[in-house]
């Protein structure tokens, strides 16, 4: 009851016409950033940070609170549009998304992204509303073990990834493991497959590696078949609404995506990512279409982004209860706090109640927003599609270089970006799927650290995994999610040969 | 199309500059003109900030004009530092560092170092804490000391990167205890939030960071803080200092301004002067204050002389620790 009371006046404070536009101005720049590969919401938060001293704290943190959701938003626009993944977080929506566009159903895919964002975002904040110190007290629960197993499990959606050929599927995981471990090693301080260059020191950037392989890679190969044979590329074929069907298919993966996203991204090192990889995982094994995964499936991009925009709820969680910063964008929210002089933590909600209770309530309000500023705008993205084919590669590619230099204003950035762009359509061509890799890069290095760390701390021995039951849990889960689809198939081969015997 | 998004966006952030008023400052004469700043790490981490604050104040107080910060990430900062040596200089500029730079200097093999530039200040600096749950066996840094002696191994050190401040002062108290450095269990975290869960949690014996840090934690009774690393116990705040407690040591995780180093001595003297008027203006007082940074400012001269003694306590400690061999 008291949190409703201080919700409704945290509506009164977020619902003035001031601080409406504040919303308004921040989830517009949060869909363009996140339409821009590169330019982030953290680094997008720290060019305002100076700027927005001037303002009340609670006018600048609702529109913070708009870019972050925002851009969550709008990184899946090129995603599925471009193939090319805007931020971390929407490099599973590529997948099937881009795949929907192709065949004129990119309005139903980016709707269902739409809709699944504002779905996924309204409940995960009435999540952070009443269940905000639970998910805190769940997250510090993790420790490196927890991690590890987590990170394990989320590994096994490369079982859903591999595609049609085991081998080609273990290649391509192994050589993003690989390029996974280039780089400073955070345990030891030593450097790893650096070959002396300064630049390869810090690692090889996720969003690079996932741009070159889907957007460089993908045109490159496309490009290199049009005089062969031609793919009709459809802006729209039918209607732009998303069809009964449609709606059938989106409504349970939004929901299952916002419950595995909302408790991930409370985690301190659980991030946007592997939320993501978990819902396409689970959206798979559920599916009565499981081949369609990779072709197009609506699933697989109203799961996925349902989870990328509940994680983003999931990251203020810890962030306002504890003062503990989740990700870039929650350090330099925290580093806003303190610009003016105050300290998240669980103090915050009994000293500051008009800004807490104004920025909870900007965010039902921006959700909202977001819904209505994306949903028109739908019919008019599409038409990207129908460019000129030579204009629309040429666009993508200048597009993919310009993101990825913008990331770190780098040289050496855009000759890893070409690099792997090649690489990417050699796999393209000799048909090895490129999913797997980026599964790799991403939960490789993340699973190496844990695992460490939790040895260190057990000055090693390997029986903590098993002895923590969290992480025993996990473990057994992930087991389960790789065996069961085994057991099965074994079963129903044998079935079959039994009933082709009695014949 | 895409210029059309990068053009409506540049558009957007300079309606919000506008509109909250922080640029309305008209050009007045300014004594250096198109200064670049260079935080050699990403956007929100402490050299940023540092760099924004400094940008931030020399325009207020027409110090400078049309200054500009541009990050350039990447190695513990010795990316960004190579950068600015190499770099082809047109208009002045200034880099910011600090004390991480000097030890990723030597682990990451730089080919650039601090030799190749100009001390200009030192700016500002954090004491580190040593802290433990509240629900920890451990009470006292004495008792810390005692399991430390004990048994090296079942002390898990929580910090920053392998071979950051935190890893030095780690080895500089193993040696102070006459224990070999090499023997810390050290657990290097990507810091902030997740070195605060692993301690919350548990998961750690102790964690070590800027006091700040954790001092909202501390004041709520969720951490218990056992030493810090300042000369004397820090305002407002009972934590004993290191040295009351034994380990005769002050260890401070300074951060400090650099030029390049061709530049005239004409032109370091105008640099010189203008980061001391910053300095001691009420602005960069005041900022000091928001962030809970400590002022730690010295001149050119004397910083030169300080970071001297610096790196070669830092370079000594990272081979004894066994980063660098």
Known sequence: METLVALSSGFAVAMTPYNLMWSALGVTIGTAIGVLPGIGPALTLALLLPVTYGLEPVSAFIMFAGIYYGAMYGGSTTAILLNTPGESGSIVTAIDGHAMARQGRGAQALATAAIGSFIAGTIATLALTFVAPLMVKLALLFGPAEYFALMVLALTTVTAVLGASLSRGLASLFFGLALGLVGIDLQTGQARLTFGILELLDGIDTVIVAVGLFAIGETLYNAARYRFEKEEIYALKGSKWMGKEDWKRSWKPWLRGTALGFPIGALPAGGSEIPTFLSYLVEKRLSKHPEEFGKGAIEAVAGPEAANNASAAGTLAPLLSLGLPTSATAAIMLAAFQQYGLQPGPLLFDNNPDLVWGMIASLYIGNALLLLLNLPLVGLWVKLLVIPRPWLYAGILVFATLGAYTLNNNVVDLIILWIIGLIGFGMRVLDVPVAPCVVGLILGPLAEQQFRRALAISQGDPTVFFTHPLSLGLLITAALLVLVPVVLKARQNRREQDAQAQI | ?325
Do not use: C
């Open chain 2, 1 to 325: 199309m895409l210029l059309n998004k990068l053009g409506s966006f540049r558009y957007m952030l300079a309606a919000v500059a506008l509109a909250t008023g922080t640029m309305t400052a008209l050009p007045a004469p300014a004594q250096v003109k198109g200064l670049e700043l260079i935080a050699p790490a990403s956007p929100g981490g402490g050299w940023d900030q540092h760099a924004r604050a400094v940008q931030q104040v020399l325009q207020k107080l027409d110090l400078a004009s049309g200054v500009q910060v541009a990050n350039i990430p990447g190695a513990g900062g010795t990316i960004g530092l190579a950068q600015f040596v190499t770099a082809k200089k047109r208009a002045p500029s200034m880099l910011v560092g600090g004390q991480i730079m000097v030890g990723a200097i030597v682990t990451n093999k730089s080919p650039v170092t601090l030799d190749q530039v100009t001390p200009l200040a030192r700016l500002t600096g954090e004491y580190t804490a040593i802290v433990v749950p509240t629900d920890s066996p451990l009470t006292s840094f004495e008792q810390l000391v005692e399991k430390f002696k004990a048994d090296p191994g079942s002390v898990s050190w929580g910090g920053g990167s392998a071979g950051g401040s935190d890893q030095i002062l780690a080895g500089l108290i193993a040696k102070q205890l006459k224990i070999e450095p090499s023997k810390i269990n050290y657990v290097a975290t990507a810091g902030g939030g997740e070195l605060m869960s692993s301690i919350l949690g548990g998961h750690i014996t102790l964690a070590m960071g800027g006091y700040n840090e954790f001092a909202p934690q501390i004041q709520t009774g969720k951490l218990r803080a056992l030493a810090v690393s300042a000369p004397e116990r820090l305002a407002g705040v009972e934590t004993p200092t290191l040295k009351e407690q034994g380990v005769d040591l002050e260890f401070v995780n300074w951060r400090g301004i650099f030029a390049q180093s061709g530049i005239k001595a004409s032109e370091k003297k105008q640099l010189d002067e203008m980061i001391g008027k910053m300095a001691k203006s009420a602005e960069w007082q005041e900022i000091l204050t928001q962030r809970g940074w400590i002022d730690q400012y010295q001149p050119a001269d004397q910083f030169a002389g300080f970071l001297k003694e610096e790196r070669a306590q830092i370079e000594t400690t990272l081979t004894e620790l066994g980063l660098v061999k």
